[in-house]
Nanobody, 123 residues
């Protein structure tokens, strides 16, 4: 069973918005730092946003002021609100969970991964 299931991707025009969700199961969600990563075609996966167990957040410079990460521990769900989308935001978005993250936006810190949801932004 995949412990994380991402959804909410789609195709939008530049300037539009999308809200991604990630449902967690099989582990104690509220004890884990969560994050969103993305991978554009032909590029390496990169960290986009992270949130710790008490709600402190961090963002990649490329999305600051446009994206908001949040979590609902009662629903075991992670969110990513994406506004003012740009074509360069296009890619597959993954949610991930970490019990200990010495590097909060590094893939190596994250134990559980979802299957990814596709986001496409047209100019």
């Amino acid at each position: 069973e995949v412990p994380l299931a991402a959804s909410g991707g789609g195709s939008v025009e530049a300037g539009g918005s999308l809200r991604l969700s990630c449902a967690a199961s099989g582990f104690v969600y509220r004890l884990y730092r969560m994050a969103w990563f993305r991978q554009a075609p032909g590029k390496e996966r990169e960290g986009v946003a992270t949130i710790d167990t008490i709600g402190n957040t961090g963002y990649a410079d490329s999305v600051k002021g446009r994206f908001t990460i949040s979590r609902d521990n009662a629903k075991n769900t992670l969110y990513l609100q994406m506004n003012s989308l740009k074509p360069e935001d296009t890619g597959t978005y993954y949610c991930a969970a970490s019990g200990y993250a010495p590097c909060v936006l590094c893939q190596s810190s994250y134990r559980y991964w979802g299957q990814g949801t596709q986001v496409s932004v047209s100019a």
